[in-house]
C-alpha cells in the first residue's frame, strides 16, 4: 500500500508540474484563450490516478499558477471539477469516453457555472452572469480533450495504457 501511494504521490506532482509549465502555452480561439494542457493532464489523472489524485493535482496545479501570476482563480473550479468528474466516470465506466466526457461537462459546464460566483462577488466582475464562462471553458478544454484522447487511444492501441495502469497498481 506504502509503495502505491508513493507511485501515486509523485506521479501526482509531475502531472500538476506539467499542468503548471503548461500553463505557458496557449492559443487564442474567437477571443478565448485556449490552454489544453490542464484538460490533458485532467483526463491523464483519471485514467491512470483515479478522481481524488486527479482534484489533487488540478489544485496543485492551480494554486501554483495564481503564486506565480500565471493563472486566476477561476483556475480552481473549471480544472478541479473536471479532474472530479473524469475520474469518478471513468472508474465507474472503465472505458475512455467516460473520461473525456467528465473533463468536458466538469469544466465547462460544471465549472464554468462555478466559476460565476467567484468572478462576481470574489473578483469584483459585475458584468459576469451564471453562463459567462461555459464557452471560454468548452474551447479550452476541446483542446485539451482531443490532444488526450489521440494520446490515450494511441496508448490503448499500443498496449501502453493498460501496461502503465497495472504498473501503478503494483
Not at 506521479?11 to 490542464?38: E, M, N, R
Not at 479532474?83 to 475512455?96: E, F, M, P, W
Not at 469516453?97 to 461537462?105: H, K, L, Q, S, T
Request: charged fraction near 10%.
Amino acid at each position: 500500500m506504502k509503495s502505491l501511494n508513493t507511485k501515486k504521490l509523485a506521479l501526482t506532482g509531475i502531472f500538476a508540474a506539467i499542468a503548471v509549465a503548461g500553463s505557458l502555452f496557449s492559443v487564442p480561439v474567437f477571443g478565448s484563450k485556449c490552454a489544453p494542457v490542464q484538460h490533458l493532464v485532467n483526463i491523464l489523472c483519471a485514467v491512470f490516478l483515479g478522481p481524488w489524485w486527479g482534484v489533487a493535482a488540478a489544485f496543485l496545479a492551480s494554486l501554483i499558477r495564481n503564486m506565480a501570476g500565471l493563472g486566476t482563480l477561476l483556475a480552481f473550479p473549471g480544472s478541479m471539477c473536471g479532474a472530479l468528474l473524469a475520474g469518478i466516470l471513468y472508474q465507474a465506466v472503465k472505458k475512455l469516453p467516460a473520461a473525456y466526457v467528465g473533463e468536458v461537462v466538469g469544466t465547462a459546464v460544471i465549472g464554468g457555472m462555478l466559476s460565476y460566483p467567484i468572478a462576481a462577488f470574489i473578483l469584483g466582475n459585475k458584468s459576469a452572469a451564471l453562463f459567462t464562462f461555459v464557452v471560454p471553458f468548452l474551447i479550452s478544454t476541446a483542446g485539451g480533450t482531443i490532444i488526450a484522447m489521440v494520446i490515450t487511444l494511441f496508448m490503448k492501441k499500443t498496449s501502453l495504457l493498460e501496461r502503465l495502469q497495472a504498473e501503478l497498481e503494483k
